[in-house]
């Protein structure tokens, strides 16, 4: 699968078979999510696989009782390093730039989820500290993203897009 296939085809998956995801499987999105760009290089991203199924229920009910996160085999919750971030950058790290890199990073993921015909969904809606005090993340790492992980049981269409002249703008909006 080419990259602009993977574009085109991904999907947010929420609903997955029984079937294991491979611990290869999940150091090849963690890989993927590596080379992601940062600013400075810095890689402010931290990513706690988790399997265990209370903990996944725990994250469930955080993220405002999206059940599908439990009912996945696999869930990385992708967390930025704001100290990291902030060395380099100051405030402008601390409050933007980790923010965007952890998001290249999950878009990688995703991708790789994508060519690896794994499904997954990137899920902001989550009650942070919560989150955090689940995963016991130190001061300072703050989750940006949960992203269950598993085989896919459902196939999604295509949602709608805005056309390309509706969103480009040229020499001025």
Known sequence: MNVFEAIESRRSIRAYTSGKVSD??????????????????????????????KIKQRLSAAALDQTFIEEAPVVIVVCADEDRSGWGYGSRGVNLYCLQDTAAAIQNMLLAACALELGACWIGAFHEEEVERILKTPRGVRAIAIVPLGHPAEKPEAPPKRSIGEMIHYESF
């Open 24 to 53: 290869e499987d999940v150091e090849r999105l963690i890989d993927a999510a590596r080379w992601a760009p940062s600013a400075g290089n810095i890689q402010p991203w931290e990513f706690v696989i988790v399997r265990d199924t």
